[in-house]
T-cell receptor, first 115, second 114 residues
């Protein structure tokens, strides 16, 4: 069974601090990986995704994530956070073997950025 | 991309009653999904709803408790039946075309059962 672990449940940072949110997955095959963000009062929306190719993927708003296959990880990073990055972040995984594959989400990390 | 409208956005319901949540997509989609997000927990898939067929439920979820309709390619409903306080949660509608695309979500329905 596939699973996703997000180690940080609640992170508090000052503006301009660097961010790294951990995500580890368990899946017996090739994967697609996602980070979603949910700003207060808004829909879940895609931040970035990895399907294949360059393991370092860049998303919106200066976020990036690196897929390290040997570590089953897909950590999210941002060099300098802003107050507007306050949100909840979800890592997700799905299989990559064709057809429809179920999406499994992590428990989420709440990020609070202090001005 | 797909824009999903979900309603109601929130509701407070008496135990023993039922609530139907509606999900409207701005384009035709094959698959629609219903998730539950309990406080402090991950999004948990309740069921997958394909137009013209019975919904497929995940382990721990049954049709009698969470009946789903999918009358056409742009609309679905989820009913939470015979509610108890344990059903208090956020319910999310989602769609995704196929493996190689991301999922899109409605804004969620925050349900409180008293």
């Amino acid at each position: 069974a596939q699973s996703v672990s997000q180690h940080n449940h609640h992170v508090i940072l000052s503006e301009a601090a660097s961010l790294e949110l951990g995500c580890n997955y368990s899946y017996g095959g090739t994967v697609n990986l996602f980070w979603y963000v949910q700003y207060p009062g808004q829909h879940l929306q895609l931040l970035l995704k990895y399907f294949s190719g360059d393991p370092l993927v860049k998303g919106i708003k200066g976020f990036e994530a690196e897929f390290i296959k040997s570590k089953f990880s897909f950590n999210l990073r941002k060099p300098s956070v802003q107050w507007s990055d306050t949100a909840e972040y979800f890592c997700a995984v799905t299989g990559n073997s064709g057809g429809y594959q179920k999406v499994t989400f992590g428990t989420g990390t709440k990020l609070q950025v202090i001005p | 991309s797909a824009v999903i409208s979900q309603k109601p956005s929130r509701d407070i319901c008496q135990r023993g009653t039922s609530l139907t949540i509606q999900c409207q997509v701005d384009s035709q989609v094959t698959m629609m999904f219903w998730y539950r997000q309990q406080p402090g927990q991950s999004l948990t898939l309740i069921a997958t709803a394909n137009q013209g067929s019975e919904a497929t439920y995940e382990s721990g979820f049954v049709i009698d408790k969470f009946p789903i309709s999918r009358p056409n390619l742009t609309f679905s409903t989820l009913t939470v039946s015979n509610m108890s306080p344990e059903d208090s949660s956020i319910y999310l509608c989602s769609t995704r075309q196929e493996t190689y695309t991301e999922a899109f979500f409605g804004q969620g329905t925050r349900l409180t059962v008293v």
